[in-house]
């Protein structure tokens, strides 16, 4: 694909030298995706920020912000993951956004909402990509890198976090922060266990198209869940994490917060969104917030359990 000049682009994308990473077209997403009806409201594209979440909450509180808005980042120099984790990487080397959401539903379901980005991502990223995603619970997207999935076998060195979610409550509702490696090479890569769709073989690195089916995932997602009132069964939320968890069949260690541990076989996710452990002494334990260690590679997959997933 040839890059469009920069003067077709959005005009805060500024300069840009860098031709296998041209800048998001935002004239283009929102043409595509800000339309009556969707549940995409603004789109607005930013060459830089500390974080997509703080700035779009700091909208939220002032009243500013509608649900459907979306905030894109170039670049994020404060990105934050789980448990205040930093999430840093070269300009226009990912997606880096946070959506405006206030659901209609009890708010004891809004726990689901970043296992609902979670599909939404890991589903739109394997169809758009053409590679096998999985969910390591509760919201981190895996990858396998091409280079080992055809060397020493399918173990879980094998797996690679590509993306995360970050879900804090904002104003009368929630932001939701996505961030997804794209095109980061294997000397960008900021730890050992971190991956790229690029390392793992996608057919495509184009971000626009990307975003775009990121956003109609979740927007699908996000209208089933809330036309079941939330019910993550009725609206087939919480089969398709399950079928997507590469974290539930494995014996994992939960680190918890505040301390301790516990450790057991990851079992089931539950009507709460909760990873169920069966311990070793025959105990059903839900951990609802903590680190989880995967400790074994998950079982082969059986007939139709494909490592992506169904939408």
Same mark, same amino acid.
């Given at each position: 694909?040839?890059?469009?000049?920069?003067?077709?682009?959005?005009?805060?994308?500024?300069? /840009?030298?860098? +031709?296998?990473?041209?800048?998001?077209?935002? %004239? *283009?997403?929102? @043409? !595509?995706?800000?339309?009556?009806?969707? &549940?995409?409201?603004?789109?607005?594209?930013?060459?830089?920020?500390?974080?997509?979440?703080?700035?779009?909450?700091?909208?939220?509180?002032?009243?500013?912000?509608?649900?459907?808005?979306?905030?894109?980042?170039?670049?994020?120099?404060?990105?934050?993951?789980?448990?205040?984790?930093?999430?840093?990487?070269?300009?226009?080397?990912?997606?880096?956004?946070?959506?405006?959401?206030?659901?209609?539903?009890?708010?004891?379901?809004?726990? /689901?909402?970043? +296992?609902?980005?979670?599909?939404?991502?890991? %589903? *739109?990223?394997? @169809? !758009?990509?053409?590679?096998?995603?999985? &969910?390591?619970?509760?919201?981190?997207?895996?990858?396998?890198?091409?280079?080992?999935?055809?060397?020493?076998?399918t173990g879980e060195a094998a797996e690679r976090k590509a993306g995360g979610i970050l879900a804090e409550?904002?104003?009368?509702?929630?932001?939701?922060?996505?961030?997804?490696?794209?095109?980061?090479?294997?000397?960008?890569?900021?730890?050992?266990?971190?991956?790229?769709?690029?390392?793992?073989?996608?057919?495509?690195?184009?971000?626009?198209?990307? +975003?775009?089916?990121?956003?109609?995932?979740?927007?699908?997602?996000?209208?089933?869940?809330?036309?079941?009132?939330?019910?993550?069964?009725?609206?087939?939320?919480?089969?398709?994490?399950?079928?997507?968890?590469?974290?539930?069949?494995?014996?994992?260690?939960?680190?918890?917060?505040?301390?301790g541990d516990l450790t057991g076989e990851a079992v089931a996710i539950d009507g709460d969104g909760r990873?169920?452990?069966?311990?070793?002494?025959?105990?059903?334990?839900?951990?609802?917030?903590?680190?989880?260690?995967?400790?074994?590679?998950?079982?082969?997959?059986?007939?139709?359990?494909?490592?992506?997933?169904?939408?």
């Amino acid at each position: 694909m040839t890059p469009q000049p920069p003067e077709n682009r959005d005009k805060d994308a500024g300069r /840009w030298s860098d +031709l296998g990473r041209p800048p998001l077209n935002g %004239t *283009a997403l929102r @043409r !595509a995706l800000v339309r009556p009806g969707s &549940l995409w409201t603004s789109l607005d594209v930013v060459p830089a920020t500390g974080s997509t979440n703080t700035d779009l909450a700091e909208r939220a509180a002032r009243g500013e912000a509608a649900e459907g808005a979306v905030l894109v980042a170039e670049e994020q120099s404060a990105g934050r993951g789980r448990l205040d984790r930093a999430w840093s990487a070269p300009p226009r080397s990912g997606l880096f956004f946070s959506v405006y959401l206030t659901p209609r539903v009890p708010v004891e379901r809004w726990g /689901w909402l970043p +296992l609902l980005a979670g599909v939404a991502t890991a %589903t *739109a990223v394997s @169809r !758009a990509a053409g590679i096998d995603t999985a &969910l390591k619970w509760p919201n981190d997207l895996l990858v396998t890198s091409a280079e080992e999935s055809g060397g020493s076998g399918t173990g879980e060195a094998a797996e690679r976090k590509a993306g995360g979610i970050l879900a804090e409550r904002a104003g009368e509702g929630v932001v939701v922060g996505i961030g997804l490696n794209v095109s980061l090479t294997a000397e960008e890569l900021p730890v050992p266990t971190a991956g790229s769709l690029a390392l793992a073989g996608a057919r495509t690195t184009d971000r626009d198209p990307l +975003l775009r089916a990121v956003l109609r995932a979740l927007e699908h997602w996000y209208g089933e869940w809330q036309t079941a009132d939330g019910d993550p069964a009725a609206s087939r939320l919480q089969e398709a994490y399950a079928a997507g968890c590469a974290t539930l069949g494995r014996s994992v260690r939960a680190e918890l917060p505040g301390g301790g541990d516990l450790t057991g076989e990851a079992v089931a996710i539950d009507g709460d969104g909760r990873l169920v452990l069966a311990t070793a002494d025959g105990v059903q334990q839900p951990v609802g917030a903590g680190d989880i260690i995967h400790l074994r590679p998950a079982p082969p997959a059986g007939p139709g359990d494909g490592a992506g997933h169904e939408g």
